[in-house]
């Protein structure tokens, strides 16, 4: 069965400062995978999806990820942080050539910004 | 645009009691699915549907029920409400193509007590 690890269950960052959220999967080939946003009371946001191509794959909201076949990573990156980007931070997949009935998330990471 | 639409958006049920959280979408999405989110457990699959009349289980489907009469709406019920259901609920959809993403509801917040 396929699973996500997101290794970080609390992340405190200053504002400006660079981020790195890390997901792991585990899957028998290379899934589809996404990273969600979560506002507090909010519903989940798409911010990118790797589907094939280009390891790195740009989003919203000034995010990129980069896909790692060979550790079976899909970090999230974003180079300055702003206080509007405090939220929790989803990971999943979906099996390849199927479609997104069924995604596998991580627990989430939860990100603060401090001043 | 509607896209995904979950009510109600607050429920509070005593243990025993039934409901219904309704999920209604606008943008002819084949596939539709039900989340429940619950503290450092991240979103786990209830049931899903990948058209009209067709319906399946996911990881956690005890205590749920489903059904799909229509492309447009896939409502997921509470036969017998228990506190170990108290979550938030989430219902997505999304195209049958394997390269498209899913589209989530604001959510349910359910209180079972």
């Known amino acids: 069965a396929q699973s996500v690890t997101q290794p970080d269950i609390h992340i405190t960052v200053s504002e400006g400062a660079s981020l790195e959220l890390r997901c792991n999967y585990s899957?028998?080939?290379?899934?589809?995978l996404f990273w969600y946003v979560q506002s507090p009371g909010q519903g989940l946001q798409l911010l990118l999806k790797?589907?094939?191509?280009?390891?790195l794959v740009q989003g919203i909201k000034g995010f990129e990820a980069e896909f790692k076949r060979s550790q079976s990573s899909f970090n999230l990156r974003k180079p300055s942080v702003h206080w509007s980007d405090a939220a929790e931070y989803f990971c999943?997949?979906?099996?390849?050539?199927?479609?997104?009935?069924?995604?596998?998330f991580g627990t989430g990471t939860r990100l603060t910004i401090i001043p | 645009n509607a896209g995904v639409t979950q009510t109600p958006k607050f429920q509070v049920l005593k243990t025993g009691q039934s409901m219904t959280l309704q999920c209604a979408q606008d943008m002819n999405h084949e596939y539709m699915s039900w989340y429940r989110q619950d503290p450092g457990m991240g979103l786990r699959l209830i049931h899903y549907s990948v058209g009209a009349g067709i319906t399946d289980q996911g990881e956690v489907p005890n205590g749920y029920n489903v059904s799909r009469s229509t492309t447009e709406d896939f409502p997921l019920r509470l036969l017998s409400a228990a506190p170990s259901q108290t979550s938030v609920y989430f219902c997505a959809s999304s195209y049958s193509q394997a390269n498209t993403e899913a589209f989530f509801g604001q959510g349910t917040r359910l209180t079972v007590v």
């Open positions: 899957y028998g080939a290379t899934p589809y």
């Open positions: 999943a997949v979906a099996p390849i050539n199927f479609g997104n009935e069924k995604l596998t």
């Open positions: 790797y589907f094939s191509g280009d390891t």
